[in-house]
């Protein structure tokens, strides 16, 4: 009776250890960029790209930095997750720039989003800031900033301050 038992325990052991064998190589990353090198099978490698943009997703996610969606985004720019991808890489750099809260910082977040969801209030942060720093230079500063920044309602207020 102990021998089937222990021959019962081995093959559970044995059993198990497949099981968490091959979870493994499904969650690798290089087993999916094999089976995508295979052109030998079209569906395979088809579900295998999937697969693979799938967990460079989710290990993004799970990393949450900028440079994680980056190399996300380099990979797989049109994937499933790309829209996502970038929206959390904009959120990651606003509050990046909320932290710095230069002029820089906005500048570059800017450039990196001018059309981003958050761009209108990173410009008007910048807005902000700089009409602090042409307060500080005088009518010739604040002058300035109304070219720099025309039509918005720190500008308005800028040439009005200048005219005083």
């Known amino acids: 009776m102990p021998r089937i038992f222990a021959t019962l325990f081995i093959a559970l052991v044995v059993i198990g250890g ?8 499904e969650g690798d990353p290089d087993y999916w960029r094999a089976a995508v090198a295979k ?3 079209p569906e395979l490698a088809y579900e295998a790209k999937k697969t693979l943009a799938r967990i460079s997703f989710e290990r993004a996610r799970s990393e949450h930095t ?7 985004l380099e990979a797989f720019p049109n994937g499933a997750n790309a829209a996502e991808a970038r929206a959390r890489r904009e959120a990651l750099r606003f509050e990046l720039a909320v932290k710095q809260n230069t002029a820089a910082a906005w500048e570059g977040f800017l450039v990196d989003h001018p059309s981003g969801e958050r ?16 307060r ?20 308005t207020e800028a040439l009005a301050a200048a005219d005083t």
């Open 119 to 134: 761009a209108p209030a990173a410009r008007q942060r910048l807005a902000a800031l700089e009409l602090a720093r042409a």
């Open 18 to 25: 497949c099981q968490s064998s091959r979870s493994a190589r």
């Open 136 to 155: 500080t230079l005088g009518v010739d500063g604040l002058q300035r900033f109304a070219a720099r920044f025309p039509g918005s309602a720190e500008s």
């Open 39 to 41: 052109d030998d099978d």
């Open 66 to 72: 900028v440079a994680a969606y980056n190399r996300y």
